[in-house]
């Protein structure tokens, strides 16, 4: 048996211990993208912390769990967007500076550069509007497929990719006009 199923069969006895070596690894990473995605630290945290209570519901619900890792990104990923909407109907999300952005989360983007530009490339992240945000987080961050996330949020596949090419194009403009090198930017 796989220490994830161990620690899940722990966790619906009620082992509360159990729970929080099961989700630890994924927190850090879990309030980065809701950072990002919402703008706002309080917002990041009630995601998290509502992620965390529906994950334990649904955990002791006995409900079946075949990859952990992509069931958590999952519930997170509801959460961000029903907290998301619940913003877009009061004001749309402040941007938060990029100090406050932890560089503690790794990017699966290889390439991208660490430090001040890794604060930058998140700051360009946070400028594009909420829904190509959240699909660019899910796709990078969270490495779910194009496929996963147009099951995720109800959207055909191929609108998914089209929304992932506008933002990866938005995203060049962005961070090639923010160069201090191109002088050509409009």
Same mark, same amino acid.
């Given at each position: 048996m796989?220490y994830?199923?161990m620690?899940?069969k722990?966790?619906?006895?009620?082992d509360?211990e159990r729970?929080?070596l099961?989700?630890?690894?994924?927190?850090?990473?879990?309030y980065?993208?809701?950072?990002?995605?919402?703008g706002?630290?309080q917002?990041?945290?009630?995601?998290v912390?509502?992620a965390?209570i529906?994950?334990?519901?649904?955990?002791?619900n006995?409900?079946?769990?075949?990859?952990?890792?992509?069931?958590?990104h999952h519930?997170?990923a509801r959460?961000?967007?029903g907290?998301?909407?619940?913003?877009?109907?009061?004001k749309?999300?402040?941007?938060?500076?990029?100090?406050t952005?932890s560089?503690?989360?790794?990017l699966?983007?290889?390439?991208?550069?660490q430090?001040?530009?890794?604060?930058?490339f998140l700051?360009?992240?946070?400028s594009l509007?909420?829904?190509?945000? #959240? !699909?660019?987080?899910?796709f *990078?961050?969270?490495? $779910?497929s194009?496929?996963? /996330?147009a099951?995720?949020?109800?959207i055909k596949?191929e #609108? !998914?990719?089209?929304?992932? *090419?506008?933002?990866? $194009?938005?995203?060049?403009? /962005?961070i090639y006009c923010?160069?201090?090198a191109?002088?050509?930017?409009?």
């Amino acid at each position: 048996m796989g220490y994830e199923r161990m620690l899940l069969k722990q966790c619906r006895s009620g082992d509360k211990e159990r729970f929080r070596l099961l989700v630890g690894p994924y927190l850090q990473r879990a309030y980065t993208t809701s950072l990002v995605i919402l703008g706002r630290q309080q917002l990041a945290e009630e995601v998290v912390r509502n992620a965390l209570i529906e994950t334990y519901t649904r955990i002791r619900n006995e409900e079946r769990i075949d990859n952990f890792k992509g069931w958590f990104h999952h519930v997170l990923a509801r959460c961000i967007l029903g907290i998301s909407q619940q913003q877009a109907e009061w004001k749309r999300c402040e941007h938060v500076a990029p100090s406050t952005i932890s560089a503690d989360g790794i990017l699966p983007i290889d390439t991208l550069p660490q430090g001040e530009s890794k604060q930058q490339f998140l700051y360009s992240v946070m400028s594009l509007d909420t829904e190509l945000r #959240i !699909i660019i987080m899910l796709f *990078y961050y969270q490495e $779910l497929s194009a496929q996963e /996330i147009a099951s995720l949020l109800n959207i055909k596949e191929e #609108i !998914i990719k089209s929304r992932l *090419y506008m933002a990866r $194009l938005k995203l060049s403009n /962005i961070i090639y006009c923010s160069c201090p090198a191109s002088k050509t930017c409009s």
